[in-house]
């Protein structure tokens, strides 16, 4: 049982923390420091090979706990060290979704259902418990109607809810994303991310990783950018993703605000007369 | 080449109607964006173009010659497939075996496998890492390994599922530039994807499904124009930006920045 104390917002946090993999001769992240605060949603930003991923497995426990490898520095919750902890005891605080949906399936499951049931069943809660969030988290998502499907045969965005419905199940305290909503189309997104700041205003602290700026333009409080396994630049969104340094860091410039300089350029500049 | 489907339908075990009736041409040269909802059944189509799925009706044909009496080794010539989930198309340990197998296959052999692998290497931006474990490679790295082992075997059909999928905006520009060499060699291709910018600025047609049917066909322009909007919506998409702010000053379907530039440059006469 949870300790229940009272406590300011409870903060998962990585502080001078470099990693490197295992037979690897450099370090893919370097005195990488984060907060992730309960109650808001941070984004991270950065180009390919930044450690964006990288810096996910270490916040959700993964590397090196599995996959291997060595971290310095100090990875805690509310100030307590977890590196010792065991998996299962770190995964009623934190849960993790990695890049590509199809290998988080735990391939156990016969259908959608008893997917998203695995997390909180393994968590020991009673059956009824256990149902109750599964059939919430499914709601939430709106993919009760997949229920009844083998999630190995669904389309790859089906699949992506599918394992962020398995995460929701879990009620955890801090979700770390990397790239959740890769493969969704526009009007499923806009569920997700609704999904994800409802959580957020319930008091979780979602971290959500993205190579593309659009999806953290709406809801991320403050965005921290990643190139070559070192922290950037951190700010809240507007300042971070009005950037033009982003660029030269190799990340997308926002499409809205790419159109906007591009009409500024040509001598074409907007004001609020022209879109009456 | 032309491509050929006549009225394809299939269904998953268990599962809904995947594609119902299914009529497309696609001829040598053409670029063709696939769209829709999850669940649509885009990547099914893709899958029907190499034999990987046959359909429970319809026909599949490659230059008039019925797909149902060819093997998939022999459609693979024509037409090559990219994955959605590049761990699911990997399988080599090292590189330049990935990108060559399709090629070897193919009947390449000696320097002329290595040019081919060197060429497809250079055409991602994945140069220097020939003798790389593909696992040791990023998420963006492995998602254009699996473009390069498709452009490789240098086949007058190519087939993406979700090209852009964690790329990050310099890979991104690639795969664009990419596309439309291809298309200028006279090979079409035809990709899935739920980046409508990026479907508008790169391709020439963009097919809409819903439900496994063709909700939409036709350039850019016609499919992003307002009067296509809400069947767009109906289908959980969007617009790009492009051609939302377009409409928004009245400067009629401009589905690319370009497009818009140009237009808006002929209103207000600079």
Redo the contacts between chains.
Sequence with gaps: MRERRCTAAVVLSLRGGSYRYPG?ALDSLQDVSLELPEGSITGLL????SGL?TLCLVLGGLAPRVIGGELRGTLSIDGQDVREWPMHRLSESVVLSV??P??QLSMVAATVYEEVAFGPANLGLPRGEVMARTEQALDRLAITGLAG??PR??????QQ?VVLAGLLAMRPRHLILD?PV???????TERVLGTLLDMAAAGAGVLVAE??TTPLLGISSNVVVMAAGRVRAVGSAEAVLADPAL?AL????P??L??RR??AE???GLDHE??R | MELRLESVSFDYPAGPRALDAVDLVVRGGETVAVIGANGSGKTTLLRHLNGLLRPAAGRVLLDGADGSSMTVARMAMCVGLAFQDPDAQIFAARVSEEVGFGARNAGASGRHLEAIVAQALDDVGLRGSLDTHPGDLGTSARKLLTIAAVLAMRTPIVALDEPTVGLDASAMARIETLIRSLAAEGRSVLAVSHDLRFVAETFSRVVLLDGGRVALDGPPEDVFDEAAWPRLRASGLEPPPAARLGARLGLGSTPTDAALLVAWQRTSGV
Excluded: F, K, N, Y
């Excluded at chain 1, 045969?153 to 089906?158: D, K, N, P, T, Y």
């Design positions: 690897a950065g180009a390919a090979e991923s890049g590509q199809a290998g499907r083998d045969r669904l389309s790859g965005g089906q809810l790239g890769s493969h969704l189309d526009a009007g499923t190579r593309r660029l190799g990340i997308e410039e499409p809205v790419r159109t591009l009409l040509a001598g074409l022209d879109l």
